[in-house]
């Protein structure tokens, strides 16, 4: 039985950080300033302060200028929108990220729909889901955008391919459809209602796990020489899991992410490339007359 090629996720995130990086470089060489880009984190939860932490230290690395905004857990909704509001007028803040889940006073998805959509480097607002859906540009959604990347940088055709999404929350599975279907996959979405969960997924040609449920998808979801993406990361008492059984689906597959290693390191690396778009985006626009200040 073949045994899969494994999606070097680590590689892939570091071509594209050193892109980003020449990008930034070449920026700064004709405007003068770096792109910026503003982290919100509300309150203290651990695990959102790693992933801030990283993700300045990322922007850090390729010259992208980091502000990393703190406000305590019980800062009032009127609070943290006046925060946004100030970034979005702050030329020298090409991206904004609000951290979530915010703490449960507030609305995360209100806050997040007060993102200038030009800046919103999540790719998470009404506007840029909106802008997505209709096939229009604009900022995409950075988890997403990494699996098309790892699919790109291993050569999988994408055109006319049979897809299955597993999972559709607006972070991962719906943004993801939309990006599958620009490029002409077939594609087909699976949730926690579908029936025959592993049939459906035997039928795919291209199978992303976006669920957190630890090694869902076995062997017999897999078809022989698919391309498996797993963005699942669920934290047993063994370390990292995906939503893919790795040993068993690894038997089958042709192509197929590690947990951890595969589509994690994409997450922030297309963050980095979203900054860089929108800084370029902005200066473009501030110099035609009329357009952006
Ligand atoms: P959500 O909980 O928002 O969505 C999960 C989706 O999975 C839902 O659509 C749900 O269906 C579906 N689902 C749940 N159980 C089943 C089941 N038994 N069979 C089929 N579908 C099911 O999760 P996210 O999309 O935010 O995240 C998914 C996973 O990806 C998590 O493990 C998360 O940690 C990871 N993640 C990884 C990232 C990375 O950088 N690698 C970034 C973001 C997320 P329904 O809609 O019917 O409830």
Redesign the pocket.
């Known amino acids: 039985m073949s045994v899969a090629t494994i999606i070097d996720g680590k590689a892939v995130a570091a071509r594209v950080r050193g892109e980003v990086a020449a990008g930034v470089s070449a920026l700064v060489a004709e405007t003068g300033a770096p792109p910026g880009l503003a982290t919100v984190l509300v309150g203290e939860d651990p695990a959102s302060a790693i992933y801030i932490a990283n993700k300045q230290k990322a922007s850090a690395e390729v010259g992208i200028e980091g502000r990393d905004h703190r406000l305590a857990a019980d800062v009032s909704q009127d609070e943290v929108a006046e925060l946004l509001g100030s970034l979005n007028e702050d030329p020298a803040v090409s991206g904004i990220l609000l951290q979530l889940p915010v703490p449960a006073h507030l609305d995360g998805d209100a806050l997040t729909a007060l993102i200038d959509p030009g800046k919103d480097v999540d790719g998470l607002t009404p506007l840029s889901a909106g802008a997505l859906a209709q096939g229009r540009p604009g900022l995409r959604p950075?988890?997403p955008s990494?699996v098309i990347e790892l699919l790109d940088a291993y050569d999988v055709s994408l055109e006319g391919a049979e897809a299955v999404v597993?999972?559709?929350?607006?972070?991962?599975?719906?943004p993801l459809v939309f990006l599958l279907l620009e490029r002409n996959a077939t594609v087909t979405v699976?949730?926690?209602?579908?029936r025959e969960?592993p049939a459906v997924c035997a039928r795919a040609d291209v199978l992303v796990?976006?669920?957190?449920?630890p090694r869902?998808l076995g062997a017999d979801a897999v078809r022989p020489g698919a391309a498996v993406i797993d963005?699942?990361?669920?934290r047993l008492e063994d370390g990292l899991v995906?939503?893919v059984d790795f040993e068993a689906a690894s038997q089958r597959a042709g192509l197929i992410t590690p947990?951890?290693g595969?589509?994690?390191?994409?997450?922030?690396a297309c963050l980095l490339r979203n900054t860089l778009q929108a800084a370029r985006a902005a200066h473009a626009a501030a110099r035609v007359p009329g357009i952006g200040s």
């Open positions: 950075c988890t990494g597993v999972g559709r929350s607006l972070l991962v599975g719906r699976c949730h926690s209602r579908t969960l796990a976006a669920v957190g449920s869902l963005v699942g990361i669920n995906g939503d947990v951890p595969g589509v994690g390191p994409m997450t922030i």
